[in-house]
Structures are given as structure tokens and as C-alpha cells.
């Protein structure tokens, strides 16, 4: 056991080692500039639209030994959805990287005013093991989309996923600013006590705090994609089977091991038994009569997991569903009624395919539990009532809200997505990608000459005109005050325009930015 833990030790140090000569390599690359142009940035995406073409079919494959998916459930959910971003910000790559131009108030008239996007450094992008290569590839976009370099590190948890990402990474990114790197808690660990200039988090909140702690040891801003208990409401108003196949349908993809899947349901009372009742319907349609004999639908990753989602079927009451199956890490669409409320399944994000479903009659009590709890990644409404549409985006902080509808958000690319509170914090998807990894920069270039228009700026203060001139030219006021006549202020406005426009004409020439 000495020798043993004596080898572990020296291993784990010289990964370190390894992981910081990769940085520093990274580093030298950042700082020679290559990633700043547009032309680099769009030859990167370009591969990453041909890598995507190339992993197709060994990726369906990787990922159903892993969870047994279906190739079209991978299409639909993983790769076109990375397609799609990847598409999205090579069209407006362009214009996201262009100064944006802001107004000025009259005195810096004359200024070049503007933001300046600009890549935040070498970056650790930690991807999750549920959608593996859009978790890791959409912010791998942003990333190179911004130009920054980056280490990605796949989750561990998936590995055929993790290695088939690795093996195609490497092959079509350029490895002087994109390495790919496999392992797992200590891999991880070792990765974090590097510095970087930004991390990108997929996963759960316990690790979540873990990547925020660690990062502001370095004031390293971060990116975390966390999770929670998403709720879900149904009130009177709505249409009960269409309300049930799309809740049942979100919360079956992928088995239920989705961050934005509904995690409990309120449904009005007036519904309650034929919601349960249509669901089980729905199940029965997509799936058939026996979902583990189907094959569209997934097993749960691991044999951890499993036990943990296992446990949680003895907290209420199953109104269907409730099979398992070890050996295959199986477990049915469930649905549960009567939970109990103190348990984990109504404390913990749940991340299978187990619903519990609880009856209401005062929209008010919902509305008052969801908010004692933290906040959400997403909260999901069925209604037709406006006004509760109304009262539950008041009053409901999530990261989105989902009406009438569930996980479709996820699919469009100028929503931002993200948490709030400990379901996350920090936005990505589409122009956000690109600004999860940017650094706005504030510019104002004012010409060397023009000092006429400065004067006013300089002491002595006691001139009558300069206090009665900074009187009138802010930008932005909150009201005119109404002892001061519109006429002094047309006046001293335009004899300050017109000191700006002679100084400038005779101060020379200025380069434009």
C-alpha cells in the first residue's frame, strides 16, 4: 500500500508538471498574437465543422456504449445542436470581433468612443458527461470565436465519449492553442490549481463551488453551468395532453439526465389525475408497453448513479413506471405521487427519470414554495392564463422561463442560456459564447489638440462661465432645473460647440482609431 501511494504521489506531480508546460505553451502562443485575427478564428471554426462531419457515426457509437442512446436522440440533441452554434458564430463572427460606437455627452463630442472586444487569455473548459460534445463544444465556439486558447478536458464519466472528443480534437484543432486533455478527479484538481485567465464549469453545484473557490484564489472570473430542481407548474387553463407529452418527453430525454429537465410538476387539481393519466399514455406511445425493451430510450451512466436514482423510488408513491434493472443500469419512466417532501428527491436535483407530482389548488402557495428554494436553471409554465404568465415571470427568478413548453430554449442560439444563484452564474450560447470569453474593453480616443474645449476642465473653478458651462453640458440629466432658461442653456451650448469645432480646426490632424 506504501509503494503504491508513493507512485500515485510522484504520478500526480508530474502531471502537474506536465499540465503547467502545456499552460506556459499555451501562454507563449496567446501572447504571439496568431489568435487575434479573424482569418485564424474562422479557419478554426472551419475544422470544427469538418471534425464534426468526420466523428459522426463513431461518435453515435461512443455514446451508446455509454448510454445506450439512440443515433437520431444524439442527432437531435447533441451534434445538430453543435452544428448549429458553430454555424450561428461563423456567420456573425465578423461582427462580434467589429468596435461597437457608444454615444458621449457634448464636452467628449468630439472623441472616438467606443468598445473594444477582446480575448480574455488561455482558458480550462470543463465539459460534462450527459451531452458530451456540446457541452464541450459550444463553449469551445465562444472560445475560439473570441480568441482565446484553451485546455478542454471532457468528462471522465463518459469514456468512449471523452476519448473519441480527445481523439478528434487533437487531430483537426491546432495544438499550439487547443489541447485536449482525459482524466478524472485528480486530472481535474491538477488542472484547477493552474491560473488561468478564465474556466468554463458543466456540472454539478457541489463541484461548481469547488471551480468558484478555487478561481478566486487568482480573481479568475468564471462560467458556471450548474443545475438544481427545475419546477414545473400546470394550472386549469391549459391543455392537459399536450401539457403531459411535453413534460413526459423532457423528462425521458436522455433518461432524465438533463440540467434543464423538469424536475418536480404542481399541477391544479381540476387536472391532476387526468395529467397522470396522460402521461403514462405518452409514455406507453413513445416508448411501448415495456420502455426497456425500447430502443430509444437510455440507460443511466453508471452504476452510482443508478443506486442513487434507485433509492429515491422509496419516497412516494409510484403512480407508474418504478422498474429496474441493475445489471443494464436501467431504470423506467417514473412518476411518483404523494412524495415526501423532506426526502432527497424533493431536496436534490434528481437527474433521472423520476417525476414526482404533486396536486395544488392555490397558485400562491406554488408560487411562495418555488421561491423559498434556491433559484432555478429553468422554471416551466402550462397555461393559457396571461396574468399567471404574467405572475410567475415577477416572481419567479430562474435562469429561463419555459412556457408551454420544455427544453426548446436550449435550441436557440440567440437566447442566452444560463443560471442564477446557485443553478449558476455567467451566459453562453450564440453572441454570448463570444462574450463569456471576451473582455469589453471601454475606449475613448480624444484628440491631442482641442484644448480650447478643455479649458473648463481646469482650475481655477471660480469663473462664473465655466460653473455656469458644466451646468449644461452633461449628456444624460434627470431634469432641467427651472430656474435655468432654456436660452442660457441653447446658448452656452452652442458657444461650446463652436469653441469645440474652431479648436479642432486648428489643431491638427488626428488619427482615426
Known amino acids: ?28 502562443s496567446f501572447d504571439s498574437g496568431v489568435t487575434l485575427t479573424y482569418e485564424y478564428r474562422m479557419k478554426q471554426l472551419k475544422k470544427c465543422a469538418e471534425m464534426i462531419k468526420a466523428m459522426e457515426k463513431e461518435y453515435f457509437e461512443a455514446v451508446h456504449t455509454d448510454m445506450k442512446k439512440h443515433a437520431w436522440a444524439v442527432n437531435m440533441t447533441d451534434l445538430r445542436l453543435a452544428e448549429s452554434e458553430l454555424g450561428y458564430a461563423m456567420k456573425h463572427l465578423k461582427s462580434w470581433m467589429a468596435d461597437h460606437y457608444v454615444k458621449t455627452d457634448l464636452v467628449n463630442r ?9 480575448p480574455l487569455g488561455v482558458t480550462l473548459i470543463i465539459g460534462a458527461w450527459n451531452y458530451p460534445l456540446l457541452l464541450t463544444m459550444t463553449p469551445l465556439i465562444g472560445a475560439i470565436s473570441a480568441g482565446c486558447c484553451a485546455v478542454i478536458k471532457p468528462s471522465e464519466v463518459s469514456p468512449s465519449s471523452s476519448a473519441l472528443i480527445k481523439k478528434y480534437f487533437d487531430l483537426y484543432l491546432d495544438p499550439t492553442c487547443y489541447r485536449t486533455i482525459e482524466g478524472g478527479v485528480e486530472t481535474a484538481t491538477n488542472l484547477l490549481s493552474l491560473r488561468w485567465d478564465h474556466i468554463f464549469y458543466t456540472g454539478s453545484v457541489s463541484v461548481g463551488k469547488i471551480v468558484a473557490r478555487v478561481a478566486a484564489e487568482n480573481l479568475t472570473s468564471t462560467t458556471l453551468e450548474l443545475g438544481g430542481k427545475s419546477p414545473t407548474i400546470v394550472d386549469e387553463t391549459t391543455n392537459i395532453d399536450t401539457a403531459a407529452k411535453r413534460v413526459i418527453w423532457g423528462k425521458c430525454i436522455n433518461a432524465g439526465q438533463t440540467c434543464i429537465a423538469p424536475d418536480y410538476v404542481f399541477c391544479h387539481k381540476s387536472q391532476y389525475k387526468a395529467f397522470l393519466e396522460r402521461m403514462e399514455v405518452h409514455v406507453k406511445d413513445m416508448y411501448g408497453e415495456d420502455p426497456e425493451q425500447s430502443p430509444a430510450f437510455p440507460r443511466i451512466i453508471n452504476s452510482r448513479h443508478f443506486n442513487r436514482l434507485k433509492k429515491l423510488l422509496g419516497h412516494g408513491n409510484v403512480a407508474f413506471g418504478g422498474k429496474t434493472n441493475e445489471e443494464t443500469c436501467y431504470i423506467s419512466p417514473t412518476v411518483i405521487t404523494h412524495p415526501d417532501m423532506t426526502s432527497e428527491l424533493m431536496t436534490d436535483e434528481i437527474f433521472g427519470p423520476i417525476l414526482p407530482v404533486l396536486e395544488y389548488e392555490d397558485i400562491s402557495t406554488v408560487l411562495r414554495y418555488i421561491r423559498q428554494r434556491e433559484k432555478p436553471l429553468v422554471a416551466y409554465l402550462f397555461s393559457n392564463n396571461s396574468k399567471l404568465v404574467d405572475e410567475v415571470k415577477k416572481k419567479i427568478s430562474a435562469g429561463t422561463l419555459d412556457i408551454n413548453d420544455c427544453l426548446m430554449h436550449m435550441t436557440i442560439p440567440t437566447l442566452p442560456f444560463g443560471g442564477v444563484g446557485h443553478s449558476g452564474s455567467g451566459k453562453y450560447h450564440g453572441k454570448t459564447s463570444f462574450e463569456a470569453f471576451s473582455h469589453m474593453k471601454s475606449v475613448n480616443h480624444k484628440p491631442i489638440g482641442m484644448e480650447a474645449v478643455n479649458t473648463v476642465r481646469y482650475p481655477p473653478y471660480d469663473a462664473e462661465w465655466k460653473q455656469k458651462l458644466m451646468m449644461n453640458l452633461a449628456y444624460y440629466k434627470p431634469s432641467v432645473p427651472k430656474n435655468f432658461a432654456f436660452a442660457k ?15 479642432y480646426a486648428y489643431s491638427g490632424d488626428m488619427a482615426p482609431p
Not at 468630439?110 to 477582446?118: A, G, K, V
Not at 442653456?489 to 479648436?503: L, P
Open 1 to 28: 500500500t506504501l509503494l503504491y501511494t508513493i507512485k500515485f504521489e510522484v504520478y500526480v506531480m508530474g502531471e502537474k508538471e506536465e499540465f503547467q508546460q502545456i499552460k506556459d505553451d499555451l501562454d507563449k
Open 110 to 118: 468630439m472623441d472616438h468612443t467606443y468598445i473594444n472586444p477582446e
Open 489 to 503: 442653456y441653447a446658448i452656452t451650448s452652442a458657444v461650446a460647440g463652436a469653441g469645440a469645432a474652431y479648436a
